[in-house]
């Protein structure tokens, strides 16, 4: 395979082929999302192909590529340029790509220090619902000309268009990180957590699970060394490995067959510990849950607590179980989807049924 | 361009159903009452409105939009009324609809460190709100002593840290918004995702025109243990601008990161004598913050950094007292460069920082050609340049011609890879220019996502996306591989 490849002009005759006929098309790039959304339908239509870092000036803290680049392919380029995707955004197998990663609306252990995938995406180019290539945002840090499309397609499932190129904005990598460990219950942690976001430390990871609170901090070494001392803890040496664990979701916690829940909650509200096994992450704002309970129930719960809730993996259900949306916003999402995709060609019924 | 304002029979009815129907709402049909709503921060277009309304309570504004949705009337939101591209200007036969009296914080929660507000609040006050919990609120335009919350999420406004602290669509997780038919929705949770599209991110910047804001969930952060300032002083703007990439290049982000050219530098010092090099040809204000050790060890490298690329003075600011001092010029820039001339213009284009050196001396060379002087102020850090041009509106043509040198300016950034704004938004002063930097199909898909909203047009009509007939009248429509898009449409 070509390391740089523009396959603009063979993804827009395939689009606009499947326009012509209302042919659905299942957007696919490396493969590794799949699991990800509802279940897939319609027409494979490959986009792996269409890869390459277009453009990357480190010093603009900007790089723009095609959305089939393999996230590796690009994380490598960044690291040797001492950056890095500050939004850690997980890859869920060897082939992921840019691409699927956007749509998809990823982020790491670091999303709740610096922000998701949308807060990084300055721009992108995309094939639309009337078959034709349009480029919204840009390569530049401040714009407002115009509705922010670029950021609208950011964990859009790809249902509203087929992603051509992003332009992100990239940041330098801290120049130390440091994790610590203290053994305490999922209470006293929240508690905690919620204490030190009110400090200005560099703290970049807090994850607690099974007894043990990790607290990950990244930045200036004096700023690192001083954070550490002064929580106390064990150190943990081997820190990289771990947090990858946790970002790929191949720590041992998720390796259970059980239904997986994902909650997405106020940081600060109370343990689900009742519910069954968890493990809580962004510093309390997604938690894993293990558990046996009726999604009704689980839907209800994340709801008062006011956030939401995601059956993430089910072995009795194929694809991922959504929140139902209220019918205002189910409604609204519908009107977007008719403007921007009128046939439903891409992706229909990935992110909703309706949608 | 002070039309015909008498209110058309949809207008009537509505004030008429505000009056009856909701009696406690103040409604303003003066001429006297009406004349403070005529214009926003752009005081060049003005047209005084038939009608302003002042809601207080959601169920109104949802109450109010319905009846403007049934009637077919035009509603123009307005907060605080400093925007800087005319976008609250009233529209004919519309109503005003004024968030001014949606002024209350409503929950300050320092555990998920939120504060939950109304539009109407002013942006510092916020950070005014929790400063005793050692938190603050990020984005920092310079208008935030007066600027509304509201219209901080309508236009997504910047500030000078946005380089590391983000926009306002990086700092708030949740809005309560009404739709033109008095749906109310809410977007985004406390949590920090939400299910379906990202409407939270689409809300900011879309200027009116999508919804009517009424409630803002903004994170909070907590505030820097420490900050340092460093003042540069360059005699060649190219060297400055190179001193911003190695700053950057050696992985440094500072919190604050600006520059100004001679005649800026001029201006801020006869005003506020802030102590500034005035015969030094850019001066770089580089701040940078987090606890004591960090500041210490990055000022050191960026110290050592200006002084290899070649700056012939760095100051580093001993106190909060200097710190203040040397931030006094730059944040006094804009009423500074006013001194200098009756009445000036301010352009707000973001370039790719390399470009730097070159869009200053094409901006230069266009001012000679206009015969205009121009001051520059720059957010160094994230490419977002401030020309700001001086003219007299009493001369005659000269309005004329500074708008049509702004022009030039915006195309030039548009060239070179950049936008045609910003921080400001378009609002109906760069409607224009949106046909140069978007060419028909995305401004086709901007339609389509409006009317998915707003399906009449009801919300702030005739701004921030011109027609696909406006911009083919213009001219000024993109054209690819020497074919018109569109070919169906007629032009003139």
Redesign the interface.
């Known amino acids: 395979m070509r390391l740089s490849e523009d396959c603009t002009e063979a993804l827009l005759g395939q689009v606009r082929q499947a326009l012509s006929t209302g042919t659905p098309l299942n957007i696919c790039g490396g493969g590794s999302k799949t699991h990800l959304g509802r279940a897939a339908a319609g027409e494979v239509i490959e986009v792996a192909a269409h890869r390459g870092i277009v453009s990357y000036?480190?010093?603009?803290?900007?790089l723009t590529a095609r959305a089939g680049t393999p996230l590796r392919e690009i994380e490598a380029v960044l690291t040797e340029h001492?950056q890095h995707l500050p939004f850690e955004p997980p890859h869920f197998g060897e082939n992921a790509t840019l691409g699927g990663t956007i749509a998809c609306?990823l982020s790491g252990p670091a999303?709740?220090a610096r922000?998701?995938a949308?807060?990084y995406v300055l721009g992108a180019k995309l094939i639309?619902g009337?078959g034709?290539?349009?480029?919204?945002g840009?390569?530049?840090?401040?714009?407002?000309?115009?509705?922010?499309?670029s950021?609208?397609m950011?964990?859009?499932y790809g249902t509203?268009g087929l992603l051509l190129e992003i332009s992100l904005k990239v940041?330098?990598?801290p120049?130390c990180t440091q994790t610590r460990v203290k053994r305490m219950g999922s209470q006293r942690a929240l508690a905690l957590m919620?204490e030190l976001?009110?400090?200005?430390?560099?703290l970049t990871g807090a994850v607690w699970e099974a007894g043990s609170l990790y607290l990950r901090f990244a930045?200036?070494?004096?700023?690192v060394t001083?954070?550490g001392d002064h929580l106390g803890g064990e150190k943990l040496e081997i820190d990289t490995a771990w947090w990858q664990g946790v970002r790929e979701m191949s720590a041992h916690f998720f390796t259970s067959e059980r239904p997986l829940w994902r909650l997405?909650?106020?940081?600060?509200s109370a343990p689900f510990a009742e519910a069954g096994e968890t493990l809580i992450d962004?510093g309390g704002?997604?938690r894993w849950l293990k558990t046996q309970i009726e999604p009704e129930q689980v839907f209800a719960a994340a709801t008062r607590a006011?956030?939401?809730a995601?059956l993430y993996r089910d072995p009795r259900v194929s694809g991922q179980v959504?929140?139902p949306?209220?019918p205002?916003?189910l409604a609204?999402?519908q009107?977007?989807k008719?403007?921007?995709d009128p046939q439903r060609v891409f992706n229909p019924g990935r992110?909703?049924a309706e949608i | 361009m002070n039309t015909d304002n008498t209110a058309s029979d949809a207008l009537t009815s509505v004030l008429q159903l505000i009056r009856r129907e909701l009696p406690s709402v103040a409604l303003l049909t003066r001429p006297e009452q009406l004349r403070a709503y005529e214009c926003d921060g752009l005081s060049a277009y003005r047209r005084t409105p038939e009608a302003v309304v002042l809601p207080d309570t959601t169920e109104q504004v949802q109450t109010i939009l319905r009846w403007c949705h049934d009637l077919s009337v035009p509603v123009v939101a307005r907060g605080a009324g400093t925007g800087l591209a005319a976008g609250a200007l009233p529209v004919a036969g519309g109503l005003v609809l004024s968030l001014a009296r949606f002024n209350r914080i409503l929950e300050v929660d320092l555990d998920n460190r939120m504060a939950r507000v109304e539009p109407g609040v002013r942006n510092l006050a916020i950070t005014e709100a929790v400063r005793g919990e050692g938190l603050y609120y990020a984005p920092d335009p310079s208008s935030q002593i007066a600027c509304s919350i509201g219209g901080n999420v309508a236009e997504n406004s910047g500030g000078v840290h946005c380089l590391k602290y983000g926009l306002t669509v990086h700092n708030v997780v949740a809005l309560e918004i009404v739709l033109i038919d008095g749906t109310l929705l809410r977007l985004g949770s406390a949590a920090l995702d939400a299910p379906g599209f990202d409407l939270l991110a689409l809300m900011h910047g879309s200027e009116g025109m999508l919804g009517v804001i009424t409630e803002i969930t903004v994170r909070l952060l907590p505030r820097p243990e420490d900050v340092g300032v460093l003042l540069a002083a360059f005699d060649d703007v190219r060297a400055a601008g190179q001193a911003v990439a190695a700053i950057i290049g050696a992985g440094i982000v500072p919190a604050g990161l600006e520059m100004m050219d001679k005649l800026a530098i001029e201006a801020a010092e006869a005003f506020v004598h802030a102590g500034y090099p005035t015969d030094a040809a850019a001066i770089l204000l580089c701040e940078l913050d987090g606890t004591a050790a960090e500041v210490a060890s990055y000022t050191g490298r960026v110290q050592t950094i200006l002084k290899q690329q070649g700056a012939t003075e760095v100051r580093s600011a001993r106190d909060a007292a200097e710190r203040e001092r040397f931030w006094k010029g730059r944040k006094a820039a804009f009423p500074a460069v006013g001194r200098l001339a009756p009445d000036y213009y301010c352009m707000d284009g973001t370039i790719p920082r390399a470009r730097l050196p070159e869009v200053l001396q094409r901006i230069g060379e266009l001012s000679t050609e206009y015969g205009l002087p121009v001051a520059n102020v720059f957010h160094a850090g994230d490419g977002n340049l401030h020309p700001l041009i001086l003219y007299d509106a009493n001369t005659p043509g000269q309005l004329e011609r500074t708008e049509e040198f702004g022009g030039k300016i915006l195309e030039l950034c548009v060239e070179v890879g950049g936008t045609i704004t910003g921080e400001h938004g378009v609002g109906l002063e760069k409607v224009d220019h949106m046909c140069v930097q978007f060419p028909a199909p995305e401004l086709a898909q901007f339609h389509a996502l409006k009317a998915a909203f707003d399906p009449e047009c009801l919300l702030n009509p005739g701004k921030a996306v011109p027609t696909l007939h406006r911009c083919a009248e213009l001219g000024a429509m993109h054209v690819h591989n020497g074919q018109l898009p569109h070919p169906e449409l007629e032009r003139f």
């Open positions: 000036e480190p010093a603009e803290l900007v001492g609306g999303r709740f922000g998701a949308r807060d639309n009337a034709e290539v349009v480029r919204f840009g390569q530049v840090m401040k714009n407002v000309a115009g509705y922010d499309m950021r609208l950011v964990g859009a509203l940041l330098p990598l120049e919620a976001g009110r400090q200005p430390l560099p930045g200036a070494e004096a700023a001083e954070a997405s909650l106020p940081p600060a962004w704002a997604q006011g956030g939401h995601t959504q929140q949306l209220s205002e916003l609204l999402h009107r977007i008719q403007a921007l992110l909703y």
